[in-house]
């Protein structure tokens, strides 16, 4: 995905000269071509992310359209602050691309995993918050953020991540869900980099006989609220899955559109990390295990549910 | 102190400037006694400034108050907000009688400044620590998109205990954002205790200095001084500006000055009387 969002981004900043790229000292050699390409356009901001934030928003609220880019903790929680005031309230145009997010960067250590991000961003006014489920999605998201006159969370994964779309998204749009394929018992809602696993999963269902839909769900704010309504009327069992805490992400702003939509789902899972900080060493693949986000896992505690009655 | 003079005032415009800001002082301390509103005294601390910033070297036309060339001024000490909308009603960016409405409910004078409401607020300021990040932005911008303006950002001492004011010292630095000036309002107390006795800002000249900036000690309360220490951003150094201004807080009423209580004591009717006698306000 960041190799995808660092290529987007130098064809991006040829197209638009409002571009400028803030870097938090990270993506060696990632962004020599657009530095070569831009090099008035490119700021490494150092190890300092509060200041880098509202650089950005400084830039925003004079006409230009900045990206603020560093691993997710650093680029959310660090500055969170700075998000909610310089950005968001000043309605600042600025693109915050997180990468490594979930336990992409499981391996790195403790300090650099982010299952609550999405909690933080989505409470915030006028941000959009995009998690997108592979490569083609994050060009998409990219390209789609900065038609946007507002802030916008975009919060990737790594690298090297299987790629599940076949083509460029031309009809991408921000709140609008994507189906990838269609299926009639079981609906899997992905959100960003769990939409690999979502596909396993329904191919593993697929194989015990259930068919599932699987949906990315690309941008948890604003909701798809169209596709969720569809997804509770016409499926026995919707789950959601993403790669962050079951409070406040995804699941749980689905989970609070169903109640204020008074609609009573049939059954509801919501896969997600538990209240808990992931502790061992261990890359991503281990830490969906130890936390049950495999598609093994998926699809046996969906099995479960249909046959459970 | 290290103070040169390089384009002094004439006296006439110095003694305009000093009964401007003996009435922004007096406005101010009617604010603050009509709302009971708190930071008097940091608000009369910066009034000085905020005159000499208004009314001599702001390239600002209150009619066009988003003019994308005009200077930014930004109020990173946004508890001095009433020195603020004082200046901006006083300079015609909005009717002086809006001053009434300071801390109303459903008005658009609320006691830190939000931005989008008034015309002239650059940026919601009030939590600290962020006025200069913000204007490093706004100056890289310019610089971008070659437009000339200058940013101008007003800084309180006790701000400068916050680690994102450094990291932007820093990135300014770097960037050698020399159409960027800081002015540290450095009356030597913070909210509840003196400066240097919370996190130890002295040496303050020196820390900014040794930051990458072209950094000057004035008085803060001498209109000529200010003047002629602001007026000539970018100074031809190549670096960014910081003035660091000493400063009294509560300046001009001779019961707050140097008195902290004034940080969140709003005054009487009777101390209003007397404050405006004091500043030779009738």
Not at chain 1, 41 to 52: I, K, L, Q, S, T
Not at chain 1, 60 to 89: H, K, S
């Amino acid at each position: 995905m960041r190799n995808a969002f660092a290529d987007e981004l130098t064809r991006l900043g040829d197209e638009d000269p409002r571009i400028v790229m803030l870097s938090g000292d990270i993506g060696n050699r990632l962004f020599d071509k657009f530095k070569t390409r831009h090099a008035t356009r490119f700021f490494n901001c150092g190890v300092a992310e509060a200041n880098m934030m509202g650089v950005a928003a400084g830039l925003a609220m004079n006409g230009l359209r900045p990206i603020a880019y560093t691993i997710t903790p650093f680029v959310t929680a660090r500055c969170l602050e700075q998000i909610r005031t310089d950005v968001c309230y000043h309605e600042a145009p600025v693109t915050i691309v997180a990468v490594g997010a979930g336990l992409s960067y499981a391996g790195l250590g403790p300090t650099h995993h982010s299952c609550e991000d999405i909690a933080f961003l989505r409470s915030l006014p006028n941000m959009v918050v995009m998690c997108p489920g592979d490569s083609f999605e994050v060009r998409a998201a990219l390209r789609a953020s900065l038609r946007q006159e507002h802030p916008v969370y975009i919060r990737i994964g790594k690298k090297g991540e299987p790629v599940v779309h076949r083509a460029p998204l031309a009809d991408f749009e921000i709140g609008k869900a994507i189906t990838i394929v269609d299926g009639k018992d079981v609906c899997l809602l992905s959100t960003g980099n769990m939409l690999p696993e979502a596909v396993a999963a329904a191919r593993q269902l697929n194989a015990r006989g259930i068919s599932g839909r699987i949906v990315s769900f690309h941008t948890v704010k604003p909701l798809d609220e169209a596709c969720l309504r569809q997804a509770f009327d016409r499926f026995a069992l919707v789950a959601t899955l993403e790669e962050h805490s079951r409070i406040g992400g995804f699941g749980s702003a689905v989970a609070e559109w169903l109640v204020d939509a008074g609609i009573a789902p049939k059954k509801f899972i919501r896969f997600g990390t538990p209240d808990a900080f992931f502790k061992q060493s261990g890359e991503q693949d281990f830490a969906r295990e130890v936390f049950g986000l495999s598609a093994h896992h998926i699809a046996e505690k969906i099995l479960q549910a249909m046959s459970g009655k | 102190m290290n103070v040169s003079v390089r384009k002094a005032i004439a006296q006439t415009d110095a003694d305009t400037l000093q009964r401007r800001a003996a009435e922004l002082r007096g406005r101010i301390v009617e604010m603050s006694h009509a709302a009971q509103a708190a930071h008097l005294a940091s608000s009369l601390s910066c009034a000085d400034i905020l005159t000499v910033a208004y009314w001599h070297v702001l390239n600002v036309n209150p009619q066009r108050p988003g003019d994308p060339l005009r200077d930014r001024f930004i109020l990173s000490k946004g508890h001095a907000a009433a020195a603020l909308y004082a200046t901006l009603a006083m300079r015609g960016y909005f009717p002086l009688e809006e001053l009434a409405t300071f801390c109303e409910d459903g008005g658009r004078l609320a006691e830190h400044p939000p931005a989008n409401l008034l015309p002239g607020v650059e940026a919601a300021t009030g939590s600290l620590g962020h006025g200069l990040p913000l204007g490093c932005g706004m100056a890289l911008s310019g610089r971008i998109k070659g437009e000339g303006f200058r940013v101008f950002a007003l800084l309180s001492d006790g701000e400068n205990n916050e680690g994102s004011v450094w990291e932007a010292a820093m990135f300014a630095a770097a960037q050698k954002l020399d159409n960027l000036c800081v002015i540290v309002d450095y009356n030597k107390w913070q909210a509840t205790a003196r400066s240097d006795e919370t996190l130890m800002l002295a040496p303050l000249r020196e820390k900014w200095t040794a930051f990458g900036w072209n950094a000057r000690e004035i008085d803060g309360h001498d209109v000529t001084a200010l003047a002629s220490a602001m007026q000539p951003v970018p100074d031809g150094s190549g670096k960014p500006v910081a003035l660091i201004a000493h400063t009294v807080k509560g300046k001009g009423v001779s019961f707050m000055e140097d008195d902290n209580n004034w940080h969140y004591r709003a005054p009487t009717a009777e101390e209003v009387v007397k404050a405006r006698k004091e500043l030779g306000l009738s």
